[in-house]
């Protein structure tokens, strides 16, 4: 059974910098996309970043030039760096993938962001 687990959310004043991490396990195949997602109170829950199998990554334009989304090296781990935080990054950030012949994504339980200004 897949599982996705995220850590790395926390605490941050403005400008600061935080670090999440992402593992994907259960599963011998490599992931096709893994993305960070995040939902502020009161808000839809939106794409921040997400990165393919490739290599190839986008991001919302409200991140661009300050988070950056990497592969680790480990099996289905991904990273997002978080820089020039601002209050507004404040949410809760989910994990989400997906793997050839999956039918649907598969979601991890969240972490909580919080940036003060």
């Known amino acids: 059974q897949v599982r996705v687990m995220e850590s790395g959310g926390g605490l941050a004043q403005a400008g600061g910098s935080l670090r999440l991490s992402c593992v994907a396990s259960g599963t011998m195949f490599t992931f096709n996309t893994m993305g960070w997602y995040r939902q502020a109170p009161e808000k839809q829950r939106e794409l921040v970043a997400a990165?393919?199998?490739?290599?190839?990554?986008n991001y919302c334009d409200s991140v661009k030039g300050r988070f950056t989304i990497s592969r680790g090296n480990a099996p289905n781990t991904v990273y997002l760096q978080m820089n020039n935080l601002k209050p507004e990054d404040t949410a809760v950030y989910y994990c989400?993938?997906?793997?050839?012949?999956?039918?649907?994504?598969?979601w991890g339980q969240g972490t909580q962001v919080t940036v003060s200004s």
């Open positions: 990165i393919t199998r490739g290599g190839t990554t």
């Open positions: 989400s993938t997906n793997f050839a012949g999956s039918t649907g994504d598969y």
